[in-house]
Structures are given as structure tokens and as C-alpha cells.
């Protein structure tokens, strides 16, 4: 009797002998029975290992070789996932010890950032990945629109992928409020105001007295007229229930469409692009497929096994797990070196009284504050619609073929891109320096009626040049693609340009600096 | 059945439809009164959020102007988003919040300055330059006698109104 019987007991003399012989058993038989399907080492066992588990089986069973490749996705929706996972543990270890109301909201998170054991290492864990989920949900956006992978069959999932973006800027900005200090509370008093601004059309027609939408937007965000305690509870509300769970409910559509709609995009000639698989890839198909292809031939749509064959592509376990871990532990790595060089912010306690000077919003909304610094409602509510439309309009408009799944693919290709990349720049960089150097209308003319500042400032005239660019890209090129390539390619230029002139560039009175040693009174 | 006597069908049915099923028309029937309840209790349940007394503080306060005040100068009172001011017999008031995004605005000598986006107001809250969509609205001032004055931040008045000491 050594414990390493087979499976069945061998039947020892009397009962406590048996009985003996189980308890010894009991860690091997607990592994097993956890595991259920054994260890991943046959086709078969690496199949039942993916699709056998609740947690893994979201993933495909088998993957294609071009989906594995670094260049294909950067590994982006993955971090972006991960960032969410450290967001969540960070964010529920932090709950310990915020206390959301007024004043006393500021004193925990003092207590957290001084006294609490790891509670500073934590809360920068926190802010540095919710700043790198932004980060990477928007790079990830880029890379399925270069490689204009939201095509048919994933029009929808890219719909998808604008609300996760939303949800992300949701959260991130009302986390921005919850540490109740100078930052945070002038940041919301802007947001909800910009929020309120409808008020400016509705005021220049004159109907804000029976259609005041602004104004209700502002209540139901602050449930009050100004920011105060029922503000902080509505934002903490928000920030931990309402919108995790949106932002959990979309990701799960998201991942579930990306399995149906046949996997990641690829070009049609993906196969003879990657060439035969490298000599120690896990041979292809070395017993009879099982259940899954069973299962495939009765799922609607393209999955990778059905038409194509299987011949370019490899068991999920271990391919496709190690390099989903290795982009969770880099982007750990990140936050957490991140973390120990700077420290989140913490200014004084927030005043009613006294706004900072200036004020700034969080960095990825300093683009929309500099175009708010001259509409509130063009700059907050109507170019982010507009932008927002659009991007949710690309897959429904270009309806192409050539170019998906190729960096840059399409009409136009690489030279295009690099093109736009020099107008987009330019054409903000003009119209940011004209208004930096000779003001705007309001300057020029002070009585002149809202309604034509609203329609005509600095953000509604750069997009107006973006549009018309990209309308001429579309019919040089004779192509769909070519005009959303120009256009986001202007709209990634303006994002950025607009960002760090709100960052760096603007000082006390939203006024334009050099350099922040030059701020007056500093 | 032939090609004429199919046409001859076709023209039927599209003359006389055939009523929809009993049961197809229940079952639709409590679909839509499904739909249409959760969708009224959803709009019930949002009621909720939308606050019937907000937790404001009044917005009506009194106040002394101290006599040393000089023409022209500001006084704001702590904790209350207005510029009091009195020249010569006048006294009027005019808000400090900035109609842009809610900032509060400094008083200068020149008028008003916005720290958020670089509105610039004139003496009489008039707007000059920057991203504000109208100027600083005046507030309601009364006389109680003395240097006291009752000042209701909640009501806007037309530029120019003044009470008189």
C-alpha cells in the first residue's frame, strides 16, 4: 500500500484498510476531480482543458496562428481587460477604508495615502492603471480601426467597443471626484456643468423655460444644484455598482461576439503569409476532432474551423493562455512601477469658495477642455456626439473588402495615413495658434448673439477642415476607406495636439504659457 | 397546381388576408403588455433619482455692507457666491458665478475674471471676451435700513437695477 493506486480502490483486506488507503489518496483524487479532463498534453486534453472550464471557455478551443502574432493586436483588448481585473481588486481593497461623504471622504483617503499599511502603494495602483486602461482602450480602438477589422461580420462588436470606451471615461471620471479634494471638486463642478450646457442653445432660442434638458442632466447627476454630499454619493454610486456592472455586461457581449463572428480578422490570404508552422508548434490534429467540431457545425456564422480548415491553427492551451498571462503580468508590471515612482495627487481639501486656478479636468478631457474654453456645449456635448456618431457609423459605411486584417489596409494604404498624419497636424496646430495669438469672436465683437459662437468656434471650424479633407480623400482614393482612414488618422491628431496644449501649455485663466515656471503668481 | 391557378391564389390572399391566429394574436398581445409594463415601471423606478427637495442652503441672506467700503469695490460675503457693491446712494448685486461652467469669478478692478477658461467680464457683468454665453446676471437687493440689506442669490433682476440707501 504506497498511495499511488490505480483509480479504483484495490480493495484492502478489511474496511479501515480501505479506508486508510482513500485518506491518503485524498490530494491526488481532489487535483483530478477539480480538474476533471487531466493534464493538457494530447490535442484532446488541451481541448477539454479550454472549453471545460466556466472560467476559460469564453476562449476558442483551437486558434489561428495569425491571431498569436504580436503585430496582430498588441495584446491591447487583453491589457485592457487586465487593467480592468487590477482596477476591481485595487478598488475593492480601497472601499475598506473610503468613507464617501463630505470632508470626511477627504480625511480617509489622507488615511489611506499616510496611515493605512500599503494603502498609498494601492490607491497609486489604482489611479496609474484606471490611467492606463484609458490609454490602452484608446490604442486598442486605433488598431481595429487600422486594421479595419470592425468589417462584416463585426460591425456590431466595434458598437460594442464604442460603449466600453464610454463606460471607461465614465469611470475614470467619477473616480476623479471620490478623494473630495480641490482637483476633483473643480474638475466635477466643470463636468457638471458641461452637462448643464445645453442650456446655451436652449437659452440663445429662448425655450429653456418648458425644455430645459441641461438643466435636468446637472440634477440627476449632482442631485442638487451644486456639488455636495449627494453628489459624492451619487458619483461613488456610480463609480463602484452602476457602471462596473455596465462595463461587465458589455465586455462579456464583447468576447462572445468575437468568438462569433469567426475570431480575430485576418486577411484572406493569411495562410500563405504565415508560411508552414514553425518546427516545435503542437502538431495539428494528431487524434479525431471531438465535440467541438460537432458544436461548430451547428453555430451559425464563420468560426475559424468551418471553410478554411484547420491546418493554420493551434491548440488555445498552451498558445493562446501564455500570451494572454504575459500581457496580464506586463500590464501588472506597469501599474506597479508606475506606482512606486509617483504618487497619486492630493491637493488641499476641496472649497466652494475658491476654484483652482487653473482648473484643470483629467488629462484624457483636456483635449474637450480646451475646445469647452470656447463653447461649452460645441466643445462638451456636440463635437464628443459628433465624433461618437461617426466612429459608431464606420463599420455601417465602408462596406469594403480589400485591406482587412492588414495594418493600414485599404485604398490609400500606408502613404495615406502618413498624409493625414501631416494635414491633422497641421490644421490644429493652425487654428490653435491663430486663436492663442488674435483671440476669437467674442474678443472682436463682444455683442455678438451666442448662437453664432456656438456654431462657429475653434472646434466646429477644425472639424469642419477634417471633414472636408476626408470627403476629398474619399473621392481620390474612390473609397469609403480612404475617407474614414483620413479622418480618424485627423481625429487622432486633433485628440492628441488638443491634449497637450490642455496639459502643458495652459496656465492661471486658461491662458497660454510656454512653460508653467512662467505662470504668474508662482 | 398550375401557373394560372397560382396567380389566381396570389390574388386571393392578397384581397382577402387570413386573419391572424387567436393564438398568435394572445401571444403578441401579452408580449407587447409585458414590454409595456416593464417599460412603464422602468420609467416609475427612475422617478426616483430625480430629487424633489434639493439639500441646497437658502439662498436668501442678510447682510451688513461695512461703511468703509469704497466705490466701486467689492464686497463678497463669505461663503456666498456675489459681489455687493455701493456707489455713492446705490447698492447692487451681482453673481460671481461664472454662466461658462460654474467657476467662481474674481472681482478685479476692471470687472470679473474667470480662472476656468479666461472669461473676461465688465464692470456691469457684461461679457468681454472668453467662452461665457451671456454675462453675470444681477441679483435682488432690498434695503433694511442702515448698512443692512437682504440679498436673494436665487433672483435675477435686470441689469442696472440698483436700491437706494
Known amino acids: 500500500m504506497n498511495g499511488v493506486a490505480g483509480k479504483q480502490p484495490t480493495g484492502g483486506a478489511t474496511a479501515l484498510g480501505r479506508f486508510m488507503e482513500n485518506l491518503q489518496a485524498v490530494p491526488r483524487r481532489f487535483a483530478e476531480t477539480m480538474f476533471r479532463t487531466g493534464k493538457p498534453q494530447s490535442d484532446r486534453t488541451r481541448s477539454t482543458f479550454v472549453f471545460g472550464n466556466v472560467f476559460l471557455h469564453l476562449h476558442p478551443v483551437r486558434i489561428h496562428r495569425w491571431s498569436l502574432r504580436w503585430s496582430t493586436t498588441w495584446g491591447l483588448g487583453i491589457a485592457a481587460v487586465s487593467c480592468f481585473f487590477v482596477l476591481v481588486v485595487t478598488g475593492v481593497l480601497l472601499m475598506f477604508y473610503y468613507k464617501p461623504y463630505p470632508d470626511v471622504a477627504y480625511l480617509s483617503i489622507k488615511d489611506i495615502h499616510f496611515v493605512v499599511p500599503t494603502g498609498r502603494f494601492i490607491r497609486n495602483i489604482h489611479r496609474w492603471s484606471g490611467n492606463l486602461m484609458v490609454v490602452v482602450v484608446l490604442l486598442h480602438m486605433a488598431r481595429v480601426f487600422y486594421t479595419a477589422a470592425y468589417r462584416s461580420p463585426r460591425e456590431f462588436n466595434w458598437v460594442m467597443g464604442m460603449g466600453l470606451l464610454v463606460t471607461t471615461l465614465g469611470l475614470s471620471f467619477t473616480g476623479y471626484l471620490l478623494p473630495w479634494d480641490q482637483l476633483a471638486y473643480w474638475a466635477i463642478t466643470i463636468g457638471a456643468n458641461i452637462a448643464q450646457s445645453p442650456r446655451e442653445v436652449t437659452d440663445a432660442l429662448g425655450i429653456t423655460e418648458w425644455f430645459d434638458v441641461g438643466g435636468l442632466q446637472k440634477l440627476i447627476l449632482l442631485g442638487s444644484e451644486e456639488v455636495g454630499e449627494e453628489a459624492l454619493i451619487r458619483f461613488y454610486l456610480f463609480h463602484v455598482m452602476i457602471l462596473p456592472l455596465i462595463l461587465i455586461a458589455l465586455m462579456t457581449v464583447h468576447f462572445w461576439r468575437i468568438r462569433k463572428d469567426g475570431g480575430l480578422a485576418r486577411p484572406a490570404d493569411a495562410d500563405s503569409r504565415l508560411g508552414p508552422p514553425a518546427a516545435g508548434v503542437y502538431p495539428v490534429f494528431t487524434e479525431a476532432p471531438q465535440k467541438t467540431y460537432s458544436l461548430a457545425a451547428i453555430v451559425k456564422g464563420r468560426t475559424p474551423a468551418v471553410g478554411s480548415g484547420p491546418e493554420q491553427t493551434v491548440p488555445s492551451m498552451p498558445h493562446l493562455m501564455f500570451g494572454e498571462a504575459a500581457v496580464f503580468m506586463l500590464t501588472i508590471v506597469l501599474s506597479v512601477v508606475f506606482a512606486i515612482l509617483i504618487d497619486a495627487p492630493l491637493k488641499e481639501v476641496a472649497n466652494p469658495a475658491v476654484p483652482e486656478n487653473p482648473a484643470k479636468a483629467p488629462w484624457y478631457f483636456l483635449g474637450l477642455q480646451e475646445l469647452v474654453s470656447h463653447s461649452a456645449f460645441m466643445g462638451g456635448i456636440g463635437i464628443p456626439m459628433i465624433v461618437l456618431i461617426g466612429l459608431g457609423l464606420i463599420p455601417y459605411l465602408d462596406r469594403e473588402i480589400a485591406g482587412t486584417g492588414v495594418w493600414f489596409g485599404g485604398p490609400g494604404g500606408r502613404p495615406l495615413v502618413v498624409r493625414s498624419t501631416v494635414f491633422g497636424l497641421a490644421a490644429v496646430l493652425a487654428v490653435e495658434a491663430f486663436v492663442i495669438r488674435f483671440g476669437w469672436i467674442r474678443q472682436w465683437w463682444p455683442g455678438v448673439p451666442q448662437m453664432v459662437i456656438t456654431l462657429l468656434n475653434p472646434g466646429t471650424v477644425l472639424t469642419v477642415f477634417y471633414a472636408a479633407y476626408s470627403v476629398w480623400s474619399l473621392k481620390k482614393y474612390d473609397s469609403t476607406r480612404a475617407g474614414a482612414l483620413a479622418l480618424f488618422t485627423c481625429f487622432i491628431c486633433g485628440f492628441v495636439v488638443l491634449t497637450v496644449i490642455g496639459t502643458y501649455f495652459r496656465g492661471p485663466n486658461w491662458d497660454f504659457y510656454w512653460w508653467p515656471s512662467q505662470w504668474p503668481g508662482h | ?165
Not at chain 2, 437682504?150 to 437695477?161: P, W, Y
Request: hydrophobic share 40%; aromatic share 8%.
Open chain 2, 1 to 165: 397546381m398550375t401557373v394560372e391557378a397560382r396567380k389566381i391564389e396570389a390574388a386571393r390572399s392578397r384581397l382577402e388576408p387570413e386573419a391572424m391566429a387567436r393564438r398568435d394574436f394572445l401571444g403578441l398581445t401579452a408580449w407587447w403588455s409585458a414590454a409595456v409594463a416593464l417599460l412603464f415601471g422602468f420609467l416609475g423606478a427612475m422617478r426616483l433619482p430625480k430629487a424633489a427637495v434639493l439639500p441646497s442652503p437658502s439662498r436668501k441672506f442678510k447682510v451688513a455692507l461695512p461703511p468703509s467700503l469704497a466705490a466701486g469695490q467689492a464686497y463678497v460675503p463669505t461663503g456666498r457666491s456675489v459681489a455687493l457693491y455701493k456707489e455713492g446712494s446705490q447698492v447692487y448685486a451681482i453673481s460671481t458665478i461664472c454662466t461658462h461652467l460654474g467657476c467662481v469669478v474674481k472681482a478685479t478692478d476692471s470687472g470679473f475674471d474667470c480662472p476656468c477658461h479666461g472669461s473676461k467680464f465688465g464692470r456691469d457683468g457684461s461679457v468681454l471676451k472668453g467662452p461665457a454665453p451671456k454675462g453675470l446676471p444681477w441679483r435682488e437687493v432690498k434695503h433694511l435700513g442702515g448698512d443692512n440689506f437682504l440679498v436673494d442669490e436665487g433672483k435675477t433682476v435686470a441689469t442696472g437695477t440698483t436700491v437706494s440707501v
